[in-house]
Nanobody, 129 residues
Framework: QFQLEESGGGLVQPGGSLRLSCAFP????????VGWFRQAPGKEREGISC????????DYQDSVAGRFTVSRDNAGKTVSLQMNNLKTEDTGVYFC??????????????????????WGTGALVTVSS
């Protein structure tokens, strides 16, 4: 079974930063749209960012825009999520997921919660003082 791998979660104080990485062992992520999702305690999983293949356009959910940045390495081995100015409400399990790229860019919805092909097992991020 093909599975992505997240790394970089942990405990951080409010206002701090963390960097999550997503890898797809044995495959290149260059040909996939890659999304980051999170599931807060007691809530449903939600999409927070998406970066597409091709021109690497990216988009963010309003709650993280301006604080989170998604990027790819040129070799296609990893997709990273830099999270700055973290808030307590950012606490949750963060998942990366990949989907075969389709033409066009539709913002965060280019990585639909129910339409991704491959998922990671998640990385816990806890923002607490």
């Amino acid at each position: 079974q093909f599975q992505l791998e997240e790394s970089g979660g942990g405990l951080v104080q409010p206002g701090g930063s963390l960097r999550l990485s997503c890898a797809f062992p044995g495959f290149s992520l260059l040909n996939y749209n890659v999304g980051w999702f999170r599931q807060a305690p007691g809530k449903e999983r939600e999409g927070i960012s998406c970066i597409i293949s091709g021109d690497y356009s990216a988009d963010y959910q309003d709650s993280v825009a301006g604080r989170f940045t998604v990027s790819r390495d040129n070799a296609g081995k990893t997709v990273s999520l830099q999270m700055n100015n973290l808030k307590t409400e950012d606490t949750g399990v963060y998942f990366c997921a990949a989907a075969s790229a389709l033409p066009g860019f539709y913002g965060v919805t280019s990585c639909p919660n129910s339409g991704m092909d491959y998922w990671g097992t998640g990385a816990l991020v806890t923002v607490s003082s």
